[in-house]
């Protein structure tokens, strides 16, 4: 027979159990928490990590073409040199002897840089429409002619109809 002090000991022996349980239980899950919140620490920590090398590179590449992109810049006209840009092609034709006229300006917008279009008219002796022909062909911009109509041989007047294009920065 169980006695009533038997029964104390067993009943007290089952809440220390249940007790245990439940404590282990709750440190078990606080554990499970803590090691959840330590994952996403550590990874916040490591995606930090690969920002800043990614920046670090970035910024050293910033660097060493610093002297390569503002070498760049000669080569590329901006809409605030357009009106000089015309200007001294305009009085470069001149100085050859060529006259010369704007037809149309456009701005073409491009995805990086725009593109200036710039239709001109030249006339005057062939030799010298030629001469200003090749200088548009050689401008120290990037730049190329992507229509020419020549009328006229290579002695006596000539006119000539040119669809110059220009890389434009965007503003």
Do not use: W
């Not at 000991?9 to 959840?36: D, E, H, L, N, R």
């Not at 990874?43 to 690969?50: C, K």
């Not at 910024?59 to 073409?65: E, F, G, K, N, P």
């Amino acid at each position: 027979m169980i006695t009533a002090r038997a029964k104390k000991v067993m009943v007290v022996a089952v809440v220390c159990g249940v007790a245990s349980v439940v404590s282990f239980a709750g440190a078990f899950m606080y554990v499970i928490g803590q090691g959840k919140t330590l994952r996403e620490q550590a990874q916040a920590v490591a995606d930090h990590a690969v920002q800043q090398k990614t920046y670090e590179a970035l910024a050293a590449l910033v660097a060493s073409t610093k002297t390569d992109r503002e070498e760049m810049q000669h080569y590329v006209l901006t809409e605030d040199e357009t009106i000089t840009f015309l200007a001294d092609t305009e009085a470069m034709a001149t100085a050859q002897g060529v006259t010369i006229s704007t037809d149309a300006l456009t701005v073409v917008n491009g995805k990086d840089f725009n593109t200036l279009k710039v239709n001109f008219t030249l006339e005057g002796d062939a030799r010298s429409v030629h001469a200003v022909i090749q200088v548009l062909e050689t401008l120290p911009y990037m730049s190329y002619i992507n229509r020419l109509s020549l009328e006229g041989g290579t002695a006596g007047a000539a006119e000539a109809a040119v669809e110059l294009m220009v890389m434009l920065a965007k503003s």
